[in-house]
Nanobody
Framework: QPRLEESGGGYVQAGGSLRLSCTAS????????MGWYRQAPGNPRDLVAS???????NYADAVKGRFTISMDNEKDTVYLQMTTLEPEDTAVYYC??????????WGLGTQVTVFS
């Protein structure tokens, strides 16, 4: 069964850093892009950042300059380096992966809590 396994969430003071990782496995179809969404209580799930296999990236305005997304194509693994974290970054972060000729995959989510 195809799946995404996330790690790296946690509890951090404002101004601190965290690194999220997500690895895709079990998919018969090629992963074309990966990314991260986040959802805070009472809010919709919003895009944080995405990256394609060619390295092109897209960031939400709220995280530009603070978060960096990268991808290891050989390992089908995506990373999200988060710096200068703010309490407003508190949310469940979901990994996602797009695939050729198949549906998008979603991870179960990892909690990020930033306290001031």
């Amino acid at each position: 069964q195809p799946r995404l396994e996330e790690s790296g969430g946690g509890y951090v003071q404002a101004g601190g850093s965290l690194r999220l990782s997500c690895t895709a496995s079990g998919s018969m179809f090629k992963i074309t892009n990966m990314g991260w969404y986040r959802q805070a209580p009472g809010n919709p799930r919003d895009l944080v950042a995405s990256i394609a296999r060619d390295g092109s990236t897209n960031y939400a305005d709220a995280v530009k300059g603070r978060f960096t997304i990268s991808m290891d194509n050989e390992k089908d693994t995506v990373y999200l380096q988060m710096t200068t974290l703010e309490p407003e970054d508190t949310a469940v972060y979901y990994c996602t992966a797009g695939r050729e000729m198949s549906g998008r995959l979603w991870g179960l989510g990892t909690q990020v809590t930033v306290f001031s």
